[in-house]
């Protein structure tokens, strides 16, 4: 019997594009779609959806039977920028989510689950250049402390009631299709956005900010990866780091001056510079290349080249 998946915030910026390739690769009557309200024309249509709440475990499971579902890809979080806003909700979301999802595996209503971690895990104390898989992780962002603390709950349910849970921890996904919504690295699609519409950009972190991204395309080519490995290869059950690409808002900046001459960017930093200033510069991601042949194909100047390219 082949695989039918769920995805759970399919709506969202990964999760949009995942669905897309994930019904090409799978068929589209074997990938549900579901999200807590329905956002996204291409995702609704093309395919099963539902609207679901992430926390709704009962309702999940209901999905889960009508559909015969094997994997679940949970994709709905809060992210860095708004989770410090509303860091009650948050929690609740980004925890009760996971938690619901691992426990329809432990009871083997699901096999295998896929969950996102990010490079907000680490924190001030962790290194910053080449960061390695293990390190000292002391978060202060509460979206940073659902991830680690996610992290380490899937690791458990993995070792204790061997449920097949595998996870990345992303650095930011830059995108064409779908925008972010209240992340920090937000800024790095933000940018193309505006250097087409305005020539210009106000940016909300300094010019010399440098933060782990990735192009939407490789992370999407790495989040099938994992799930489509043997097990066996799968040698860390917390989180892996993934790596592509690390710029600064004034390299990026200069990079698409190339394309753009009169582009103009300017600086005006707030909340999210504290933020960004707790994370990685540059992540070592040899572990995930390693145990599952992890690659990435887009650098800055290809990825610009792209992104400018669809957008306009
Ligand atoms: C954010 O900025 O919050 C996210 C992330 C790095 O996980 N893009």
Redesign the pocket.
């Known amino acids: 019997m082949s695989d039918t998946i769920l995805i759970i915030g399919a709506c969202g910026q990964i999760g949009s594009e995942l669905t897309q390739k994930l019904r090409e690769t799978y068929g589209n009557d074997h990938v549900v779609a579901t999200d807590i309200r329905e956002g996204n024309e291409d995702v609704t249509s093309s395919g099963p959806f539902e609207i679901l709440d992430a926390t709704d475990t009962e309702g999940i499971l209901k999905i889960v039977q009508k559909y015969k579902v094997t994997q679940v890809y949970l994709m709905a979080a809060m992210?860095?920028?708004t989770a410090e806003k509303y860091p009650q909700k948050a929690w609740e979301l980004n925890m009760n989510s996971l938690l619901g999802v691992l426990e329809l595996a432990k009871d083997k209503h699901i096999k295998q689950v896929y969950w996102p971690s990010?490079?907000?895990s680490f924190g001030p104390t962790s290194p910053k250049i080449n960061t390695p898989q293990q390190t000292i992780m002391e978060p202060t962002t509460v979206?940073g402390i659902s991830k680690l603390a996610g992290e380490h709950w899937c690791n458990y349910y993995y070792n204790r009631y061997s449920v097949d849970v595998r996870s990345i921890r992303?650095?930011?996904?830059i995108s064409w299709k779908t925008k972010?919504g209240?992340?920090?690295?937000?800024y790095a699609v933000d940018i193309y956005f505006k250097a087409l519409e305005n020539k210009s950009y106000e940016c909300f972190l300094s010019e010399n900010t440098r933060l782990p991204m990735m192009f939407m395309k490789d992370a999407i080519d790495a989040t099938i990866k994992i799930m489509q490995t043997d097990a066996a290869n799968i040698k860390t059950r917390t989180s892996y780091n993934l790596a592509a690409i690390s710029f600064t808002p004034e390299e990026i900046a200069a990079e698409i001056k190339k394309h753009i001459p009169e582009f103009k960017i300017s600086y005006k930093t707030d909340f999210r510079q504290q933020i960004a200033d707790s994370w990685p510069q540059v992540i070592d991601d040899s572990q995930a290349r390693q145990d599952w042949s992890w690659n990435h194909q887009f650098d800055l100047e290809l990825m610009t080249k792209e992104m400018l390219k669809n957008l306009q």
């Open positions: 992210l860095s920028a990010s490079i907000a979206y992303y650095p930011g996904i972010p209240g992340g920090t690295t937000d």
